[in-house]
């Protein structure tokens, strides 16, 4: 819709872009295809006209309320949105009373954000409605929902996991977001190649933010968004000289910092997080560093995945600059930690024989056995008690029979795993 006269050039709307544009139907999604796509799970309900409750989660700009949105408008259904964060049981109550009225007739669906923050009771009230069908409920967490919602609410959902877009899809979300505000205005803003990718970059996986990000930068542009552009918006965000607009370079340096670190090589270690940091990726780091205090350190210094834990969380409520200096006290402290990857070799072998279908039943002994059956084939459980012998170990069997000799896991050779093999070594051979 073109400026009129008497307006600015541009309009003066106060709702921001990425809500002005929300998609209406699941063609223009920017998402995960298994989700979103032509043959993902959620065209597939509309289709056969089933929309059961559910629970989104992942981190923010994933899609979660626009999905809400669609499903409930092809349903027929009245959509609702609370937020857990201030809604109480009264608010509940009150959606429930319009199931009666003439907005109620095709059934209510309920979008919920943020349901970590409703207490046991609070989600329990829930139950009753969605059981009955008076409510049909789309809850929407940030957090892992088998931590934080009601077993019960789990158990009647089906759970759909939201991740985080990638660079490509934020390209065409922001592109998406470039015609749209230019029909709106009538104002032609076009996006150079590298400004594009380091606007989708910088979103850290979050379609609001990149189609935000580009609306400020397009209101403050002259008619064309470059690289110099999107620098100067972000100087203090986006340390942009290590750019590679391309993407490829981005995975290249993270590779080369994981392997430095491996390595035991502070120098390059502190090189490549410095190259990484000046590229304005601060969440990409953050992740890698995580994953390398577990994968590669491991249980040679068991206290590494949480000192890193904490100068992560110290970084993310820095931001950069300052960030950078928690981020590289860990960095030298991983590179010059000693290695092991003995725990993450034997995760591998065991989800192998997981994934080949092999250990189904746990023995006897360890299942959840409290009162045999008159018909029972076994009676008692015959569980020993570690605790009831000496040194808190006893003898018997803990994987299922058909891998019950099957061994996953050897000592690393460095002073912490060594320590605990001669431990157990000395309890285990005395109890043969």
Not at 412 to 421: C, D
Request: glycine share 8%.
């Amino acid at each position: 819709m073109p400026a009129t006269s008497g307006e600015t050039e541009f309009n003066v709307i106060t709702r921001p872009l990425a809500d002005r544009m929300r998609p209406t139907s699941f063609e223009n999604v920017y998402g995960d295809e298994k989700l979103f796509g032509e043959n993902g799970v959620f065209r597939k309900m509309i289709a056969n006209g089933h929309i059961p409750n559910m629970i989104f989660y992942g981190p923010s700009g994933t899609g979660k309320t626009t999905a809400a949105n669609i499903l409930a408008s092809s349903a027929g259904k009245t959509l609702r949105k609370l937020n857990a964060t201030t809604a109480s049981l009264s608010d509940i109550k009150d959606i429930v009373a319009e199931t009666r009225s003439f907005y109620g007739t095709d059934g209510i669906l309920l979008y919920l954000d943020e349901i970590q923050y409703f207490n046991k009771k609070q989600q329990q009230s829930l139950l009753e409605f969605i059981e009955d069908g008076r409510i049909t409920l789309i809850a929407s967490t940030t957090e892992n929902p088998y931590f934080y919602v009601y077993s019960a609410i789990i158990s009647r959902s089906a759970v759909f996991e939201f991740k985080p877009l990638s660079v490509n899809a934020l390209s065409r979300a922001i592109i998406g977001a470039a015609n749209f505000l230019n029909e709106e205005t009538g104002k032609k803003t076009e996006i150079d190649g590298e400004a594009l990718k380091a606007m989708a970059f910088a979103a850290s996986g979050d379609a609001r933010r990149a189609i935000n990000l580009f609306e400020n930068i397009a209101r403050i542009s002259d008619g064309i968004i470059t690289l110099e552009t999107v620098k100067n918006f972000l100087p203090d965000i986006m340390g942009m000289s290590g750019f590679d607009a391309s993407g490829d370079g981005h995975y290249d340096l993270l590779s080369a910092y994981q392997k430095s670190i491996r390595g035991s090589d502070p120098d390059a270690s502190i090189f490549y997080l410095a190259k990484l940091l000046s590229g304005g990726d601060l969440f990409s780091v953050c992740r890698r560093i995580q994953v390398i205090a577990s994968e590669d350190i491991g249980l040679a210094y068991p206290q590494a995945a949480s000192i890193t834990h904490a100068c992560v969380e110290s970084a993310i409520r820095l931001g950069l600059p300052e960030g950078a200096i928690p981020l590289a006290n860990a960095t030298i402290m991983l590179a010059t930690a000693p290695k092991s990857n003995s725990a993450n070799a034997a995760y591998e072998k065991a989800a192998a024989d997981v994934e080949a279908g092999k250990g189904i039943k746990p023995p006897r002994q360890l299942q959840n056995v409290h009162l045999d059956g008159d018909n029972a084939e076994q009676k008692g459980q015959n569980y020993k008690y570690p605790h009831d012998y000496e040194n808190h170990y006893v003898a018997q069997q803990y994987l299922p029979d058909d891998i019950k000799d099957t061994h996953y896991y050897d000592f690393g050779m460095n002073k912490t795993e060594q320590a605990a093999k001669t431990y157990w070594d000395a309890i285990k051979k005395n109890m043969k």
